[in-house]
Nanobody, 119 residues
């Protein structure tokens, strides 16, 4: 299985920016960022798919503010987060799947997560 290690979380003021990174041991077709906010279920917020039919997709809650990117040369996935609000507070997980690139969190393999707190 691919191994995923997130970093870059921390505390940030509302309106600020944060960049999360995730190193992976081997590249897979579909990678995503998931978020679990207090009292809520884990949700997929951004997806990147490589290869044929490549795409980037965002949940409505982060569209226009967050950017997912992947550097296969560095085996690193990023999430650039701008215009952060307290509603963005949560644990952020890097996730991967060889074939599934959808909006359900369940099929993905994810890392240990990194906490982002916006106040």
């Amino acid at each position: 299985h691919v191994q995923l290690v997130e970093s870059g979380g921390g505390s940030v003021q509302a309106g600020g920016s944060q960049r999360l990174s995730c190193t992976y041991t081997s590249s897979v077709t579909c990678m995503a960022w998931l978020r679990q906010s207090p009292g809520k279920e884990r949700e997929v917020i951004a997806i990147t798919k490589d290869g044929d039919g490549a795409f980037l997709m965002y949940a409505d809650s982060v569209k226009g503010r967050f950017t997912i990117s992947k550097d296969n040369a560095k085996n690193t996935l990023y999430l650039q987060m701008n215009s952060l609000t307290p509603e963005d507070t949560g644990m952020y997980y890097c996730a991967a799947h060889q074939f599934y690139c959808g909006w359900s969190a369940g099929p993905y393999l994810w890392g240990q997560g990194t906490q982002v707190t916006v106040s």
